[in-house]
């Protein structure tokens, strides 16, 4: 490459060449050839090369023919997404003797923006065009579904593509993710990507030197952001169905809207396919050539502007292209002659070389031994095909021919000016052979030529669809060459000549859609009429082009008043429009009018102010961001001095101060009036800072709500902290540990329960403050409080209760532990009479109910359920004394009683049930074993006893236990000596002491034992009837007419009862209801005093008196007015 660089390197001289020059020049000429020749074979052989013409090294030669599956993101390098269709462009008419455009696809494109880059396949048909452009279509490839869409393509021998076709939605390539995406592939390549062609003049300009090499593109120095790439598929050539100049006319169209043409070819690249390629772009460039002179041959228009005034004082035309009659010639100064030369040589060949090339060969299963970009090199860079005999005598040779002249020529030999052997005839000779007719044109005409070879045909058929069946390599090489075609539409996209601005300019949709209307019409009437010429109707393209230019500059204007500092407002962009647009204006009808009709002048007038006010709106909206950016960078600031402004308020404050603050708004937005208006400029006024004034009056009304809302938490949690220091006031008043504040009678806690509440209550109040009137905010937490103090209120009632029962409790406790203390104390001698153990122990009873009734608490329920708990107590502690005493007289008596056990067992088969055999132990023990009272005296020492408790119980004590309170009475009667009725109520007789231990011994000794022996016995036949008598007699009860029965039946009841149950029963069972019924009285007059005992008494007595008036009128109204026999009434007179 260093070789081929310093290799051309020629210096043009534009003086007389002399000899000793023209040698040079010569020389150089051969070392440029030498060098081609040294590079080729440098070249000719590598070190190893896929069969694709790839640089490779072990492994990697091979080619991966393994299905992709679906896994295809690799191979995709935009974020093109699954959209977009085939629409026509270009269709063929009368049997494709005409051309016509189709306006559907024309509009279509006309929206797509620039910059555009259009890449078209081409070849002959059946070459797999529609195919190839569909795995190169990133939004088919690596869209949605499993089948790879597209392009229609079909496996029948007919042409499937008719006319051109496009992609409606084109591939966009963003640069910076295009280039993070191609980053690691690019590093550490050193070869070429595709050759590209230099050319330098010489000799002043007559003959041009051209040298193919390999370059690389360096894509750091891309101008684009993006670019639009435009898919184009085209209809095959040399169809059945077509002819030459209709795929010449094809070829045309598609060489004048593309920048990447892809002739595709079978298995191998040949000279037919040179040939027919060189024969078409020969055509095509002549044409193409031709318009774009023709389009850049516009008036050259030199506006003079008076001191910055819009006014046009002077107007050169420095070309004419046609002779038209010339509007407003008065203000043009002079007319300058057409200048056939206006456009530079370097523009030209711009235009010129606007293409690149890329030759695919589908299906090569051949060998290299040197890379593809070598091969294709050695192709386009070869003799011509079709070259003569004479022509095909090697440049070597010929050069050798004229070595002696060359000799001549060294050794002084001067005098061959300007024949056939001088040096300078040899050299233009050389020149003329190695840059015009020798070589082909390919390279001259293409801004670059790129190769592709691959192995794989896609197929049409419906199976090779699926895009799981590609095969990895195949896609792996159309990735390397979409990496390249890529990187060749950014770096240059698609550009025309700007006769307005002078330079090149890139195309948008309009300008593709301009010239493809041109051309097609064009070649149409061309192709009917049998001429070449397409440049028909060129003036009306050259107008539209000239107003997008002017459109363009009235834009560019626009643009740098926008983002001119201090932003302008809108009023002031609508001056400048307006003045910039009547310098365009003139501009455009100094520019049209010298091409076009008035009519069609004024069309095209309606058009550019059209556009011109869509460039006015597009910028009006561009200036309103602008100006909506910068009244939106100060919103922060605003933002934290309003924050700062709210700030300053120190919560909690009253609601009002807020909505104060809320209807004062006006003064927070001044802020951002001063903000924005900093300028002097009144952006307030602009509709962009009015749409964010709203956002900031949003945003004040957002912080006045969050005020809002963290003054009312604040509040709120004022309103908490006061109810839980009242809770604590509360809980520290009534503290449980300090059990002296519970200690005091109900009615002192009361009134310190309520001074702790209310105290509570005060201390929420002062709390809140002047807060308290808020009823928002104060009924929860009141609410809540009540509630909390309530269940306060109950806690220190029942911690009251339970104090007070702790204290009821220890009392209990204490009695019981020193119970049988006291009953030592009190009856020292055992064992005792039941009677005064019984008296003892209800002392004691008294004692420790008294002491109960004394505690602070004592009128209390708690006391009184206490009370309870303690005679329960008492009274298992009195049972159990009983048993141990009774124990003890047994043991003192066991001879006695052995005596009347003996008695019992021997009377046990002669009676009916146990109470007969009492009865007769009773008796027994009366007459044959208790007999003598002086045993009793001597065990019991029942006086001794009384003394003892007589002199141990509490005088005082007794005087304060109630009057009605028996044991009180009896324990001071006993205080007084002689007197027989507290003895007697005491029970201290010897008789009922004995009855009392027999009763007491039958119970618990004998009748376990003998119960099992106890036999049913049949009663007599008397008894029995008696039973039978009384069952008869109840039974006629309920079914009796007469009084006088009934009443007799009643004795009858009586009567056997009595002698069922024996005489003595009877009477034993009457003395038992009349002791039970004055038991109950006493028990009445004592507990319920004498007035409730005789509403009793009277209550009863008159009860049992209507009942016996009721059973004595019953049976006379039961039975009164009975019907009798007959049908009449018996009338009852009893």
Known sequence: MAALTSCSVVTPSRRKATGISLLVLLGACLLILDCVVAEYTSRGISSEFTTFGEQCAGDGCQFDDQKVGRDLSSFCLTTATDGGHPVQLVRPADNHLGLQVVDEG?????????????????????????????????????????????????????????????????????????????????????????????????????????????????????????????????????????????????????????????????????????????????????????????LAKAPQVIMKENNGANVTNEISLAHQPESTTIVNREKASSVAPSDPN??????????????????????????????????????????????????????????????????????????????????????????????????????????????????????????????????????????????????????????????????????????????????????????????????????????????????????????????????????????????????????????????????????????????????????????????ETYCQSKVPAVKKSIRERIGQFKLPVLPAIIKQLDENKDELMALYVEAIDENAIKYSNSAACKDISKEVSNYITDVIEELNKENDNEISMLFQEATRRSVEFFISNADRNAVEKYKVNHKEFLETLDSWISGAYSVFYEEVGEFKTLDKFSNAPLAFLKKQISLFDKEARDHWNDVCEEAVMNISHKVKSTFKTQIMK??????????????????????????????????????????????????????????????????????????????????????????????????????????????????????????????????????????????????????QPGDVKATKLMGMDLNTLRQDIVEQWLETKLYPIVRPRLMVRMPMLSTFLAMMGFVASSLLIFNVQDSRALHFLYCLNAVTVVWIAGPRRALVLLSMIARWAWLLLTMGIENAGLVWAYVICSSVVGGAALWYLLMHRLPAALYRGVPSQGGKKVHNNT
């Not at 070869?191 to 370059?215: N, P, R, S, Y």
């Open 342 to 627: 206006m456009i530079s040589k370097e523009t030209i060949q711009q235009l010129q070389r606007n293409t690149g090339l890329t030759i695919l060969v589908q299906g090569f299963n051949l060998q290299l031994q040197e890379s593809a970009l070598n091969y294709v090199n050695q192709v386009v860079n070869g003799k011509r095909f079709d070259l003569s005999y004479a022509d095909r005598v090697s440049f070597f040779e010929y050069i050798e021919k004229f070595r002696g002249q060359l000799m001549s020529f060294f050794r002084g030999d001067t005098n061959c000016k300007n024949k056939k052997g001088c040096p300078e005839h040899m050299m233009n000779d050389v020149l003329e052979r190695a840059t015009s007719g020798y070589q082909y044109v390919l390279p001259h005409v293409f801004r670059s030529i790129d190769v592709l070879l691959t192995s794989t045909v896609p197929k049409a058929k419906s199976a090779a669809q699926i895009k799981a069946n590609l095969i990895r390599g195949y896609l792996e090489q159309i990735r390397k060459y979409k990496t390249r075609s890529f990187k060749r539409c950014l770096m240059q996209p698609k550009q025309r000549y700007s006769p307005v601005m002078n330079s090149m300019t890139l195309m948008n949709g309009d300008d593709l859609g301009d010239m493809l209307i041109h051309l097609v019409k064009s070649i149409d009437k061309s192709l009917k009429s049998g001429s070449t010429d397409y440049l028909n109707d060129i003036r009306t393209t050259r107008a539209n082009l000239v107003k997008r230019d002017l459109v363009d500059l009235y834009a560019g204007e626009l643009w740098e008043f926008v983002h001119n500092m201090p932003i302008p407002l809108v009023e002031e962009l609508e001056r400048f429009s307006e003045n910039t647009k009547n310098k365009y204006t003139q501009q455009l009808a100094l520019y049209a009018q010298y091409d076009l009709k008035l009519e069609h002048f004024e069309n095209l007038r309606v058009d550019f102010e059209k556009l011109m006010r869509t460039s006015v709106d597009h910028f009006r909206s561009m200036l309103h961001k602008i100006t």
């Open 106 to 294: 024309v509009q279509l494109l006309r929206t797509f923006p620039k910059p555009l880059a259009i890449i078209a396949a081409i070849g002959s048909i059946k070459t797999g065009k529609s195919s190839f452009m569909n795995v190169l279509n990133e939004h088919v490839l690596c869209g949605k579904g499993d089948l790879l869409g597209g392009f229609h393509v079909d496996d029948t021998v007919s042409a499937t593509t008719r006319g051109i076709w496009m992609w409606s939605k084109p591939i966009e390539v963003d640069y910076n993710d295009f280039k993070a995406r191609i980053s690691v592939e690019a590093n550490g390549k050193t070869f070429g990507e595709h050759l590209t062609t230099i050319v330098d003049f010489l000799l002043g300009g007559t003959l041009k030197a051209t040298l193919t090499t390999q370059e690389r593109i360096d894509i750091s120095k891309c101008k684009n952001d993006k670019v639009n790439v435009v898919l184009l598929d085209v209809e095959g050539f040399n169809s059945i169905g077509g002819f030459q100049r209709y795929d010449e006319a094809l070829f045309t169209i598609v060489s004048a809207l593309s920048t990447e043409l892809i002739y595709i070819t079978h298995n191998v690249i040949d000279s037919r396919d040179i040939m027919d390629l060189q024969n078409m772009v020969q055509m095509a460039n002549m044409t193409i050539l031709n318009i774009n002179k023709a």
């Open 826 to 975: 009190l009856l020292p001698y055992r064992p005792v009479p039941s009677s005064l153990l019984s008296l003892a122990i209800e002392y004691l009873r008294a004692s420790g109910l008294h002491e109960m009734e004394k505690l602070y608490c004592g009128a209390a329920n708690v006391v009184r359920e206490a009370q309870k708990k303690f005679n329960i107590m008492v009274d298992e502690s009195l049972n159990r004394a009983m048993r141990e005493n009774y124990e003890t007289i047994f043991k003192h008596l066991n001879t006695d009683f052995q005596i009347l056990h003996e008695e019992a067992l021997r009377r046990i088969d002669n009676v009916y049930h146990f109470y007969q055999l009492k009865k007769h132990i009773h008796f027994y023990a009366e007459w044959h074993v208790f007999q003598n009272a002086t045993a009793f005296e001597r065990l019991f020492k029942p006086k001794r006893n009384l003394e003892e408790l007589t002199n141990n119980v509490d005088i005082e004590l007794l005087k304060k236990i109630p009057e009605n309170n028996r044991i009180s009475r009896i324990l001071l009667a006993i205080q």
